[in-house]
């Protein structure tokens, strides 16, 4: 069983920057692709951005290309999403979780979910 915490959430206005962590414990970090995922209200569960078991690829939504970057940091098992240039429509609930099942596309087979953390960008 693996254990995901996000931290690092906020209030920022249009422009400014955060950078979510998740911390995972109880399994092994470092062989699970990491995906991050928000939802905003009204709306599906969408997903942001992946980083493989040893960093080596990342792939993001089209609509934080260039914003967003995604990290790792396997001796810490700590996951992070830098996201610089906010926007309104980021505004979120941000999610990280760990792949389980690889035979789909990126966006799918995520296992283990941490709770979330809250991101609102004001204009």
């Known amino acids: 069983q693996l254990h995901l915490v996000e931290s690092g959430g906020g209030l920022v206005q249009a422009g400014g920057s955060l950078r979510l962590s998740c911390a995972a414990s109880?399994?092994?970090?470092?062989?699970?692709?990491v995906g991050w995922f928000r939802q905003a209200p009204g709306k599906e569960r969408e997903f942001v951005a992946a980083?493989?078991?040893?960093?080596?690829?990342?792939y993001y939504t089209d609509s934080v290309k260039g914003r967003f970057t995604i990290s790792r940091d396997n001796a810490k098992a700590t996951a992070y999403l830098r996201m610089n240039t906010l926007k309104p429509e980021d505004t979120a609930v941000y999610y990280c979780?760990?792949?389980?099942?690889?035979?789909?596309?990126?966006?799918?087979?995520?296992?283990?979910w941490g709770q979330g953390t809250q991101v609102t960008v004001t204009s």
């Open positions: 979780a760990s792949r389980v099942d690889t035979t789909g596309p990126i966006n799918l087979g995520y296992g283990y």
């Open positions: 109880g399994h092994t970090f470092s062989i699970h692709t």
């Open positions: 980083i493989t078991e040893s960093g080596g690829e990342t």
